[in-house]
């Protein structure tokens, strides 16, 4: 019980405390080493493989990942299996071809669903469609995927899942229309203004969107100011995720143009 507890803080700190999450991690690794293995163990070995790429060993990350998943059929835990593949296929973006792993999510949204899992089904869901972005794959392709899987969140009411989809795909329909209203008039654009003040990760994800749009629309002056909502709130969580590694980069891009526009190194 104590180790379900630390698992459902993991995501519960990814969104308002990420400071946390270090410790929450290596207490699981501790209850690990002093109380044995459980079925509960394939996510614990996941967390802290995440922790490792997060500390910049990706291989030995991977090498846990790996070791949870094998886990998986030796302790017969089919309840981790949506949360053990949910978050392990985000370490293996880091290694395998990404387009291949990504559709890892759709086995994890499948185990999730069977054991009515539904709050790692709606994770799988909106991970496969943010990291589907970022691996290249075709933009109406990626604007079908996100308009069913909001479509389901929104039955379900799934909210958390909603507010982090609904910045990736108002950026996906301003590169294919031209357009984000249709967006704005979802539930969950509708909870943004409070999803700012109470989850600081979903924060982050919208001031990204909004600059990374602006940046590729080259709107200097609304880039300037969006970027620096972004930087002065940045809310990096300790699980390392794959579109996280895009943020970097295209935030990078972005302090880039802004220090050549006014030699400013602030």
């Known amino acids: 019980m104590a180790m379900k507890f630390l698992v459902r803080l993991e995501l519960a700190t990814q969104q308002v405390r990420p400071a946390l999450q270090p410790i929450i991690t290596l207490k699981m690794v501790h ?15 996941t967390y802290y493989g995440m922790l490792l790429v997060r500390l910049g060993d990706i291989r030995e990350g991977y090498r846990y990942v790996k070791l949870a998943k094998k886990l998986l059929e030796k302790v017969e835990s089919k309840e ?10 985000q370490v293996m973006c880091f290694v395998d071809p990404l387009q291949a792993t990504v559709k890892l999510h759709e086995e994890g949204y499948a185990a999730a669903m069977v054991q009515g899992d539904m709050n790692n089904a709606m994770l799988n869901k909106m991970l496969h469609d943010t990291t589907s972005f970022w691996a290249g794959i075709k933009l109406h392709l990626i604007q ?19 507010i982090h989809l609904v910045p990736m795909q108002r950026t ?4 294919v229309t031209g357009e984000e209203d249709e967006v704005n008039r979802t539930t969950a654009a509708q909870g943004e203004e409070d ?20 940046f590729m629309f080259r709107q200097y002056e609304q880039t300037k100011a969006v970027a620096a909502q972004y930087f002065i709130n940045d809310a990096t ?5 794959y579109p ?12 880039f143009w802004l220090y050549r526009k006014t030699n400013d190194p602030g």
Do not use: Y
Request: hydrophobic share 40%; proline share 5%.
């Open 31 to 45: 209850l690990t080493l002093v109380c044995g293995h459980s079925p509960s163990s394939p996510i614990r070995f």
């Open 80 to 89: 981790a299996a949506g949360e053990v593949i949910c978050f392990g296929t």
């Open 144 to 162: 079908e995927m996100i308009e069913k899987s909001r479509s389901q969140m929104e039955q379900n009411s799934h909210l958390s899942s909603l």
């Open 172 to 175: 996906v329909l301003t590169l």
């Open 195 to 214: 999803a700012r003040e109470k989850n600081p990760h979903a924060a982050m994800l919208l001031h990204f969107h909004s600059f990374s749009r602006s």
């Open 237 to 241: 969580p300790w699980m390392l995720l």
């Open 244 to 255: 996280s590694a895009a943020q970097r980069l295209i935030g990078g891009l972005v302090c």
